[in-house]
């Protein structure tokens, strides 16, 4: 067999079986063997379209009872390659693939091989075309997160999925105080976006190669984060609180590039020794209006912040369905179990947050879901045990609209308790 597919079927191994993330099992099989370093474009393009597959093959592979593990994975890589990928000589591939499973298996998986032709019957007729079980299999996600998805109804559903079963581009955060908008614009690599200084990359080259994002002038930002800093500005004599819990440290990023040294601006994090990004764009700035701690309790933020807060941001580690469309893996590989746990940290921290905002200012709760449970319920409850909150916008997003991305955010306005009960 050829060693593209050799190598991908091992690292489909380590994101399947053993919970590695994609980017990161790539990572350490290409930095481990330097002489596999060509055939890293090919390999990722091959393991990526196999991923972004695998719930069609897998089910469209049950019938292949006598089938090893390995011999399935490399049969699911070879008609990804045959319906999809299409970056390999078709008979050269069969050749290899008969050769590790033998002619009579070659045989039981004709049927399936044979589709390649007939893309209108890719999904056998017996499947109900209204069931989450079709949606599943056309647009690979699991049937747990087209469920979710579904309480949104039916065209949301379908839109939603297929932005998931494709890749996103890739927006970018110009860094206006080291490079300046034209510059970025005058280089073709990169488009501009109707969001405030948002680019979208378009390059053929791997984005780490650039040079302007490689030297830190950029970075990666969705534009809903940078439409919800800009619509709520602060004055100088303010105080911005960031409670963010999530992995990305995009918005922490934003907020020191637009308001350092400009108002008091305190970040509370969940790990700091994870955030280098971050603190080297601190000391780079050489800001010493910036607070950038790690409590030991959301909850009693007392120590950290010396008064009320004219905005807060809540940014919790949520589902992160917006991962889908980026990591091809993130849906696979999800931990259906954490979910309650996962909105219980985001109901703690969206209290946490509310008891810093000043009389007047503004709380904002924003995550990455498409879950009800996450984005509406959650603030609704929060609502009902506090009225001196009022609530002036809330939107769930969804990844095919403006912003391309899958997040709920709800604004809401503190006022004075006493007034709101009367």
Known sequence: MLTEFVVSKEIIGEVLDDKVPFAEAMKKRFIADKDLRPMRSVVGGLVGCALRHVIYFDYMMKPLKDFEKDEK?????VLSDIFFYRRFDREEILKGLTEIIGEEKIQQAQPIIDLAENPQNYIPETVDRRSPLYLSLRFNAPEWC????????????????????????????????????????????????????????????????????????????????????TEHPVAETDQ????????????????????????????????????????????????????????????????????PQKLVIVNPNSTNFDLAPTSPDYL????????????????????????????????????????????????????????EFTLVEEKQHFPYDEYETAAYYAVLKKGEKELRSE
Do not use: W
């Open 73 to 77: 994975r490399y049969l699911l890589l």
């Open 146 to 229: 087209v469920k979710i998805i579904n309480h949104f109804g039916g065209s949301v559903s379908y839109n939603t999925l297929k932005k998931f079963s494709r890749p996103a581009r890739t927006y970018l955060r110009v860094r206006t105080s080291v490079l300046g908008l034209p510059a970025a614009f005058e280089n073709p690599d990169f488009s501009a976006t109707e969001t405030d200084k948002i680019v979208i990359y378009t390059g053929k080259n791997p984005l780490r190669k650039n040079a302007d994002y490689a030297s830190g002038k950029m970075f990666p930002e969705r534009p809903l984060v940078r439409k919800l800093i």
């Open 240 to 307: 911005i609180l960031l409670l963010n819990t999530n992995g990305d440290t995009a918005i922490e990023k934003d907020l020191i590039e637009e308001y350092a040294d400009k108002v008091g601006l305190n970040i509370g994090v969940s790990n700091l020794d994870a955030r280098g990004d971050v603190t080297r764009l601190i000391r780079e700035k050489k800001s010493k209006s910036i607070n950038y701690f790690e409590p030991q309790d959301f909850g009693f933020l007392d120590a950290y912040i010396s008064r």
């Open 332 to 387: 696979l590989n999800f931990d259906t179990e954490s979910m309650d746990g996962i909105i219980a940290g985001e109901k703690a921290l969206l209290e946490g947050g509310s008891k810093c905002v000043d009389v007047g200012g503004t709380l904002i709760s924003r995550v990455f879901t498409i879950s009800r449970k996450e984005g509406r319920s959650a603030v609704g409850e929060f609502l009902k045990a506090h009225p």
